[in-house]
């Protein structure tokens, strides 16, 4: 199954595991709430989507890289005790809790979590000294004598061996006590997710047109080569940092994320090729209503211009929607500090990328801040003019499409592009230009995107 299908069979598991009868007993009593066991390729999103799950639901989440543990801090120091039998004094090992259960418990003390997930990352990765301990977890859901506390469900996550060399595979006892979830790359699921997510329009655009290089891994005598889904995001964000610094991502930069050789020099040629395409189309002027021009050029071509346009329509949806968050927050405040309290405690929690950069906002605006009314009505104001200027800018980016090629396959991928975008779905009124165009150019029950992702909200 692809990420998407495996977030969504971890969700349905965790909710029927925390199903409770009238007397508040689980409905699947602990010995039979088998741990989900994610397997993989590298970088494909399985730790992301572990933390989405528990902040959608509500939870407490708990993460640990398995890996980065000695045996101590998984299962806990021995320290000696003393304690009679049959009359005689005998000195008996006993163990200090697991680190990783003690952070659980914090999290139910801290947080007030009384249910969440506890995820363990490269679980059949584990050194020789770790390995029986993490069949007793697996089997017995407990670290040394300390066990998880009910409520909270076991995910782990690992590579299959292909991926990585240091790879176990479990017995068949133990096989028998988990539930394998095993995740495929799916590039047009993870392209879905990139535009939304903001992934710079150059590797959205390339990835488009080589959509089998998403992820690869091959061994040669010369060593490893390989590029992963995390590699692409990772280069992602450096190089919008360095757009916006004015600095040059070139081959060596991007050769220290895309890890092959061959892929890395062709995504340097096709930034090359984006980058032009960028100056020859003025999207400012586009997106203002003011180019003069028809769209033309090849299919690299038009695909180049229509994804710097949806990234840059995404880009100023999240904005807008970062707006209406902290709109949101404010009218349910009377006071500057409340809400700074408040934010600040969100940060601390597990939340959303999306929910985090919001609160962020929240934070700057209130900083110097005095007087609460003054920030709602600035904010207000901001956000009108934000959602004005984003529906001209869709409306004129459409238009532009219709221009050179009327209701063909160009136009219809420049809005079905915008609709795979979370943000823009959700800032878009139902009377403004998005619906619009989805009822006149997709509908009539060939194309439900805008309400699969509304009722998925």
Request: proline residues 4%; negative net charge; hydrophobic residues 35%.
């Amino acid at each position: 199954m692809n990420i998407q299908q495996a977030k969504d069979s971890i969700r349905d598991a965790v909710t029927a595991y925390l199903s409770k009868d009238a007397a508040g007993n689980y409905m699947i009593p602990r010995s039979r709430q088998r741990p989900l066991m994610v397997m993989g390729a590298p970088g494909l999103g399985k730790t992301a989507i572990m933390s989405q799950i528990a902040s959608e639901m509500g939870i407490g989440y708990v993460s640990y890289t398995i890996t980065h543990h000695t045996r101590q801090s998984a299962i806990g120091l021995p320290i000696i005790e003393k304690h009679v039998y049959d009359n005689e004094e005998c000195s008996i090992t006993r163990y200090t809790m697991s680190e990783i259960i003690a952070s659980v418990h914090d999290m139910i003390e801290s947080r007030g979590y009384e249910e969440g997930i506890l995820f363990i990352d490269e679980i059949n990765c584990v050194s020789e000294t770790l390995a029986p301990a993490m069949l007793d977890l697996l089997q017995n859901k407990k670290f040394g004598p300390h066990r998880i506390p009910d409520g909270w469900i076991l995910v782990a996550a690992g590579n299959p061996p292909e991926y990585n060399s240091s790879a176990r595979t479990f017995d068949i006892a133990t096989q028998d006590r988990i539930r394998v979830v095993e995740v495929e790359p799916d590039t047009e699921v993870w392209m879905r997710y990139a535009m939304s997510s903001g992934v710079h329009d150059a590797i959205t655009f390339y990835l488009q047109v080589k959509p089998e290089n998403l992820l690869r891994v091959e061994r040669t005598i010369d060593g490893t080569s390989f590029v992963t889904p995390r590699g692409w995001e990772d280069l992602s964000t450096v190089m919008k940092e360095y757009d916006r610094g004015g600095m040059t991502v070139n081959i060596d930069l991007i050769s220290q994320y895309i890890r092959d050789p061959e892929i890395a020099s062709e995504f340097s040629r096709y930034l090359d090729f984006h980058r032009r395409y960028k100056e020859e189309y003025d999207v400012d002027s586009i997106l203002s209503g003011n180019a003069t021009e028809p769209p033309s050029g090849d299919a690299e071509e038009k695909m180049a211009l229509t994804s710097v346009m949806i990234g840059r329509l995404n880009s100023e949806a999240e904005t807008g929607m970062d707006l209406a968050f902290v709109s949101s927050e404010l009218s349910m405040s009377d006071s500057v500090e409340g809400m700074v309290s408040k934010m600040r405690d969100r940060m601390e929690d597990n939340i959303d990328p999306d929910t985090k950069r919001a609160c962020s906002l929240m934070l700057s605006v209130l900083k110097d801040a005095k007087d609460i009314d003054d920030v709602r009505k600035t904010i207000d104001e901001r956000l009108v003019s934000v959602k004005r200027t984003f529906d001209a800018h869709l409306r004129n980016a459409v238009e532009y499409m219709r221009s050179g090629f009327g209701n063909g396959q160009e136009t219809v991928s420049l809005l079905v592009g915008l609709i795979d975008c979370y943000n823009v779905v959700m800032f878009s009124d139902p009377d403004g230009p998005l619906y619009g165009y989805n009822d006149e150019l997709l509908s009539s029950g060939r194309n439900r995107r805008i309400m699969d992702m509304l009722e998925g909200a």
